[in-house]
């Protein structure tokens, strides 16, 4: 069955970087394009980015545009997020989900970003 | 871009029914939508995307039959009938825009309350 792992959550500081990870199993994962989500502590989701199946397109959110980098590694069947310039108010549960021709799913269990100082 | 407006809560009894509503912003009427599920402490779930003539596509996975959708004008509807318990979560909508819909936006989420 499909299934996605997110890894690299944790406690960084402000203006710190922080790479995260989305294992991906279960599927061909060079054929899908896959986003990151976030979500504050009792907030609703945010968008953050997305990447095409090749990775030859990306996009962000205004609020990540220039810190974050969304990547992929269709050789490992990995995603991953880097976070730079941190800010307290990125702290969230970060999902990966896979971009499907009708809405996003499957998500991952999410990995939890704690920055503070 | 498009803004999606959802109420805060909801709520229904056992055995009911609920449709929760998603508004578009002005413009946007054209617009599908996508409902999701997220249940307490887990990872939200597609549910199914909706335009002005219904369900677009086919169901997320193991989304039984009591969930349906429908949509008039701005506003994306999301019914919910003979409720059980594990229907609790929270729901929220969303919607791509932009070039090649590269872009996703969701509502604010509604917190569904089975009583």
């Known amino acids: 069955q499909v299934q996605l792992v997110e890894s690299g959550g944790g406690v960084i500081q402000p203006g710190g970087s922080l790479t995260l990870s989305c294992a991906a199993s279960?599927?061909?994962?060079?054929?899908?394009?896959m986003h990151w989500v976030r979500q504050a502590p009792g907030k609703g989701l945010e968008w953050v980015a997305i990447?095409?199946?090749?990775?030859?397109?990306?996009n962000y959110a205004d609020s990540v545009k220039g810190r974050f980098t969304i990547s992929r590694d269709n050789s490992k069947d990995t995603l991953y997020l880097q976070m730079k310039s941190l800010r307290v108010d990125d702290t969230a549960v970060y999902y990966c989900?896979?971009?499907?021709?009708?809405?996003?799913?499957?998500w991952g269990q999410g990995t939890l970003v704690t920055v503070s100082s | 871009q498009p803004v999606l407006t959802q109420p805060p809560s909801a709520s229904a009894s056992l055995g009911a029914s609920v449709t929760l509503t998603c508004t578009l912003s002005?413009?946007?009427?054209?617009?599908?939508v996508d409902w999701y599920q997220q249940r307490p402490g887990k990872g939200p779930r597609f549910v199914m995307r909706?335009?002005?003539?219904?369900?677009?596509?086919s169901k997320g996975d193991d989304i039984p039959d009591r969930f349906s959708v429908s949509g008039s004008g701005l506003n994306r509807y999301l019914t919910i009938k003979n409720i059980q318990e594990e229907d609790e979560s929270d729901y929220y909508c969303?919607?791509?825009?932009?070039?090649?819909?590269?872009?996703?936006?969701f509502g604010g989420g509604t917190k569904l309350t089975v009583l």
């Open positions: 989900a896979r971009a499907g021709s009708v809405g996003i799913g499957p």
């Open positions: 279960g599927f061909s994962f060079s054929s899908y394009g």
């Open positions: 990447i095409w199946f090749d990775g030859s397109n990306e």
């Open positions: 002005s413009g946007y009427s054209n617009y599908k």
């Open positions: 909706v335009g002005t003539g219904g369900i677009v596509g």
């Open positions: 969303g919607a791509d825009y932009g070039s090649g819909s590269n872009s996703v936006v």
